[in-house]
């Protein structure tokens, strides 16, 4: 895996996206931790830095995306069509996710569970993405 004739994945690229899924995931709880306790600020910090690290964790799949493609990866091949989808689905989520973060900054103490139910959202994609990254990139 990847088959002969395919691109090969970029490992010490992708390696990257694992810490900032889950740096997404810790800033999230703690930010949910943290406007329980009344840290508004604090919160919102946090909620910043979760933006930040997705926005790295897309920006790299891009890239990777981008350079895969320009090396001719074919869609239409068995190893296109399930690279693609399964790492375009979870991109799709965390972009969906990636906007509730953003809804989310100017929205802190007026919902005392939209926090804590997006760190349990990232919770969930942080490891459904180590095992697309164990399956795909290891």
């Known amino acids: 895996w990847p088959p002969p004739g395919s691109p090969g994945v970029n490992q010490a690229l992708m390696l990257w996206t694992c810490p900032l899924i ?3 995931w810790v800033a999230l709880f703690l930010a949910a ?4 306790k009344g840290q508004i600020d604090r919160s919102r910090t ?6 930040g690290s997705l926005a790295g964790f897309i920006a790299l799949t891009m890239i990777e995306w981008a350079r895969m493609l320009s090396e001719g ?6 190893f296109g069509g399930i690279y693609l989808i399964d790492t375009g689905t979870f991109v799709l989520q965390a972009g ?6 953003a809804t989310s900054i100017g929205k802190l103490g007026s919902s005392p569970n939209r926090i804590t139910h ?21």
């Open 33 to 36: 931790k943290s406007e329980a």
């Open 96 to 101: 969906i996710g990636m906007i509730f973060i």
């Open 73 to 78: 990866l074919a869609i239409r091949t068995v």
């Open 118 to 138: 997006l760190s349990y959202y990232f919770f969930v994609l942080a490891c459904v993405w180590m095992t697309i990254f164990g399956l795909v990139y290891a």
């Open 46 to 51: 946090l909620l910043i830095v979760g933006f």
């Open 22 to 24: 889950l740096l997404t």
